[in-house]
């Protein structure tokens, strides 16, 4: 015990050490020690570090300390990758606006397709074991965005472009899901309308992303610089009122 | 009474001691045990206030005294914990 109480005693201040360590050293010699008394000493010392720290380097300190905390917990989350795609939607003749009726609903949204979408590929594995199918699928259709980026207008002929995202843990899966919702969309539209009026085009494949939308770490790494700002500046007021009310 | 300052300059109002005999005498007279910690806490809080000073020794166990300033400020607050222990006792009786 009394090994451990040594090895506490490190944490004091230097200052602190170089005054009263030798004579410190003595008492611990003398004392039959208890675990309790290592607790004791460990109090001590971070009360002896918060009394002779300035207030500067106590705010600093947390700060630092949230910055840090808050980017290992953005590492310890799960990444998400976003994979995008461009649909440009041409209309055969002017007199054509717009896309068939639910299109959207019916090729991509559909809970069949994105059923079918999860079994085959395995997606969700985790949350298919604690959740019913279709709290899993309502999930992939919040992963899914169609996104219209120029709306269709007399001027571009009534050109629909969409940017179609899909958002997944896995940045290969995130890619080939994004590919399957792009074909289902067109695949749907000829279905639907076999002697088709529109023409699609994809000017940007499925991306592979190289690098996950979430967690943003940037944004984590702020937070928890924030949040240990106001925390050292709350400890380095308390700090400060109890060195000058304790006797 | 657990107020580690007031403990340690109760003891030394009764002698120079090292941090060990001040808590060997400290648990004897208030049937309270500072830790290592605790004592040293004191004896540097003490020591900055300039209500004890070490006493020249060679010895490894650094001995204390109590100043005169110290030994104002504990008939201080031993007078003002009297009245409160006076009273709390008058009003228990009456009670």
Not at chain 1, 1 to 20: D, E, F, G, N, Q
Not at chain 1, 186 to 212: C, K, M, R
Not at chain 2, 56 to 85: M, W
């Amino acid at each position: 015990m009394k090994r451990i109480v040594r090895l506490v005693a490190w944490l004091y201040p230097s200052s602190w050490r170089k005054r009263y360590g030798t004579e410190f050293d003595a008492l611990v010699e003398d004392t039959t020690l208890t675990v309790r008394d290592s607790f004791d000493v460990f109090w001590g010392a971070l009360k002896m570090q918060m009394t002779t720290w300035n207030f500067g380097r106590i705010t600093l300190s947390c700060a630092v300390a949230g910055m840090l905390v808050a980017a290992a917990v953005s590492f310890a989350l799960p990444a998400h990758y976003l994979s995008q795609a461009t649909l440009i939607v041409t209309p055969a003749d002017e007199s054509t606006r717009g896309l068939p009726n639910n299109l959207m609903e019916r090729s991509i949204f559909n809970r069949e397709v994105l059923a079918s979408l999860i079994q085959a590929h395995n997606l969700y594995p985790r949350e298919r074991t604690r959740a019913p199918l279709d709290v899993v699928i309502d999930k992939m259709k919040s992963n899914i965005q169609v996104v219209s980026i120029l709306p269709a207008s007399p001027g571009n002929g009534g050109t629909l472009t969409f940017t179609i995202r899909f958002e997944y843990p896995d940045r290969y899966v995130a890619q080939q899901i994004n590919e399957e919702l792009l074909t289902r969309l067109i695949e749907g539209n000829l279905h639907a309308q076999p002697d088709s009026h529109w023409t699609f085009y994809v000017p940007t494949n499925p991306s592979l992303p190289a690098w996950p939308v979430a967690p943003n770490r940037t944004r984590f790494a702020a937070v928890g610089l924030f949040a240990g700002l106001l925390a050292g500046l709350t400890l380095a007021g308390v700090a400060k009122s109890r060195s000058s009310t304790t006797v | 009474m657990s107020d580690p300052t007031l403990l340690v300059l109760s003891s030394l109002a009764g002698g120079d001691k090292h941090g060990y005999a001040m808590m060997e005498d400290i648990e004897r007279f208030a049937g309270v045990r500072l830790g290592p910690g605790t004592l040293y806490g004191a004896i540097t809080r003490l020591e900055q206030r300039g209500w004890i000073r070490p006493v020249n020794s060679k010895d490894r166990r650094q001995p204390y005294t109590i100043t005169g300033a110290g030994r104002e400020h504990l008939h201080d607050q031993l007078a003002s914990l009297g009245r409160v222990v006076r009273t709390g006792l008058r009003r228990l009786e009456n009670a």
